[in-house]
């Protein structure tokens, strides 16, 4: 079955400094989406990407979905407290209206 | 506008006991999913449910079930519990196309703890 594998498991950084997490699946992807769980809290959807290459930005966040759709990533410039976190990608495939979560980057910030 | 409510949030259980949890999705949103989340495996997909039906089926025992209501509400049940089965219990609702289209609102969840 798809599998969503992301690295890192755990980032922490200094604030200020900036963040990447990579997410990488097994099969090609028609989408990606991802979610950003505050400690304690639930997921929360921040973004979707579609096309081949595409690359949105939120703000210090800056999404990329790759040229083959099989992976992602996920930059924060300038890392804040408020940052903290847990961030997983979600992607499904083709003809599936699951999603598959990845195993998601815990983001702690040293101030 | 209202966002996922799960009831209850907390619940302690004894070994061998069920459990039934709940969840109102937004108002307008009729997929609803159920997820169980562990600090060890993440989130792991349960069932989703779209107009009373079954839509998607994770890979769970059959002690574990669902069911959706004609108002879309959703419950979710566990049978015979097991100390592994202690987690975060994760609702989510999606529109119509599917939270592949249109992402998921997540519930706060119901945090189950199996003694």
């Known amino acids: 079955g798809q599998q969503v594998m992301q690295i890192p498991q755990y980032q922490h950084v200094q604030e200020g400094e900036d963040f990447t997490t990579y997410c990488n699946s097994s099969?090609?992807?028609?989408?990606i989406q991802w979610y950003k769980q505050r400690p304690g809290g639930h997921p929360v959807f921040l973004i979707q990407?579609?096309?081949?290459?595409e690359v949105k930005k939120q703000k210090r966040l800056t999404f990329q979905f790759g040229e083959a759709k099989k992976n992602s990533s996920l930059h924060i410039t300038a890392t804040q407290t408020t940052d903290v976190g847990t961030y997983f990608c979600?992607?499904?495939?083709?003809?599936?209206?699951?999603?598959?979560f990845g195993t998601g980057t815990r983001l702690t910030i040293i101030p | 506008k209202a966002g996922v409510t799960q009831t209850p949030r907390y619940l302690i259980k004894t070994r061998g006991q069920q459990v039934t949890l709940s969840c109102s999705p937004i108002?307008?949103?009729?997929?609803v999913s159920w997820y169980q989340q562990t600090p060890g495996q993440g989130l792991q997909f349960l069932f989703e449910y779209f107009s009373e039906t079954q839509r998607n089926k994770g890979n769970f025992p059959g002690r574990f079930s669902g069911r959706q209501f004609s108002n879309s509400r959703s419950e979710m049940n566990v049978s015979t519990l097991e100390l592994g089965d202690s987690a975060l219990y994760l609702c989510?609702?999606?529109?119509?196309?599917?939270?592949?289209?249109?992402?998921?609102?997540f519930g706060s969840g119901t945090r189950l703890t199996v003694v």
């Open positions: 990407l579609v096309k081949s290459g």
């Open positions: 979600a992607g499904s495939n083709f003809g599936n209206e699951k999603l598959t």
């Open positions: 989510a609702s999606s529109l119509e196309g599917g939270p592949q289209n249109y992402g998921y609102t």
């Open positions: 108002s307008g949103h009729r997929s």
């Open positions: 099969t090609t992807l028609s989408n």
